[in-house]
């Protein structure tokens, strides 16, 4: 085999359903952007082996850790891939990083081995991703804005109890929308170097000390997506759009989630908004936050004026400007070219 693997990564606006007294849990709304992005080169080796270059920070181990359990799930030995890290998604900064690898490496060893793997909704069961959220999986799967509908809780239910993605095994929520991101939204992307994102033991933690909401609380979540931000994204509507995505920060489980980052978080979410953002927020547990305009001058002035108040704080950070992806994934197939004097055949992508 010799491919490459481009995935998307995504935002996550929020959790909808943080009390379950209805029956079901979770659901969440979020979208795909191209940057940041993983890149992964694959070509056949001698044995199933990761080159992560310099400039990359992935770590050989967790990826060879992934493939082995979708081996292992398939009934199949670990296949003699050489696989190159060219371009990966920060981990624990808000982007899914892991669901977009672990979905890249099992549809590459699933082609590999040329076994049917029921769409994206498979692959998400071969790699256990998507239990709390599935905006990752269907980012990988066709990219856009994405709303899903949770999993039934309760004795017996998909869920009994409130666990992130990483610790459940749920398969992913039912997808309600995907629909196109307007290509001239933008969106002005901020992670503070001296922080991230709950992940592991204290994000099941968080979870379960959180929960449940009360109830009034769920109804304002669910009223500002259904009356703000479903209506915003179909009819183009970045202001409407925006101004559901500053109401989301303020109310259900995503307070919660910017409150532990006080008071930087709320900060930066503020100078975003007076610089001229239609509306901003914390992408999942963060530390990564998001504006939303829809000019490449006003991103600008947004990115220098919270890059300006980071850099006053002595805060390290990255900065950068991300336009949306309304295609998820996509793999391209590598020609090989044979040279007299090499007997090592050499990939080159197709023109």
């Given at each position: ?318 900065c950068w400007i991300a336009e949306p992806n309304n295609h998820g994934m996509w793999a391209k197939k590598l020609t090989v070219e044979r040279h007299v004097a090499s007997p090592i055949p050499v990939p080159e992508e197709l023109t």
């Amino acid at each position: 085999m010799y491919m490459r693997i481009t995935t998307p990564s995504r935002l996550h606006f929020g959790l909808i359903d943080f009390n379950g007294n209805l029956g079901r849990i979770d659901g969440g709304a979020g979208v795909a952007i191209n940057n940041p992005r993983n890149v992964i080169s694959i070509k056949p080796g001698r044995k199933f082996l990761v080159n992560c270059p310099n400039g990359t920070s992935s770590d050989p181990a967790s990826i060879v850790k992934i493939a082995r359990g979708i081996c292992d799930k398939l009934g199949k030995p670990l296949p003699d891939f050489e696989v190159t890290v060219e371009e990966e998604i920060p981990a624990h900064a808000g982007f899914g990083s892991k669901t977009q690898m672990s979905l890249a490496l099992a549809y590459a060893i699933c082609k590999e081995y040329d076994m049917p793997y029921n769409g994206i909704e498979g692959l998400a069961r071969l790699v256990e991703r998507g239990g709390t959220s599935g905006i990752g999986v269907r980012a990988f799967d066709k990219g856009g804005f994405i709303l899903d509908c949770g999993h039934s809780f309760g004795e017996g239910k998909e869920k009994s109890s409130c666990l992130p993605s990483s610790a459940s095994k749920a398969k992913p929520g039912p997808q309600v929308l995907r629909c196109d991101i307007p290509e001239d939204w933008r969106f002005v992307l901020v992670t503070p170097l001296n922080d991230e994102g709950s992940h592991g033991q204290s994000e099941v933690d968080i979870f379960q000390s959180s929960f449940p909401l009360n109830e009034d609380e769920i109804g304002r979540v669910c009223r500002v997506v259904l009356m703000q931000l479903v209506p915003g994204i179909l009819e183009k509507d970045i202001e409407t759009f925006g101004s559901a995505l500053n109401r989301m920060q303020e109310i259900g489980f995503k307070n919660i989630e910017v409150q532990m980052k006080s008071p930087l978080v709320p900060n930066m979410l503020s100078i975003m908004n007076h610089a001229g953002s239609y509306g901003s927020g914390m992408s999942s547990f963060g530390p990564t936050v998001y504006g939303l305009t829809n000019s490449n001058k006003k991103a600008q002035e947004i990115q220098n004026a919270v890059s300006d108040y980071l850099c006053d704080m002595d805060i390290k950070h990255q900065c950068w400007i991300a336009e949306p992806n309304n295609h998820g994934m996509w793999a391209k197939k590598l020609t090989v070219e044979r040279h007299v004097a090499s007997p090592i055949p050499v990939p080159e992508e197709l023109t």
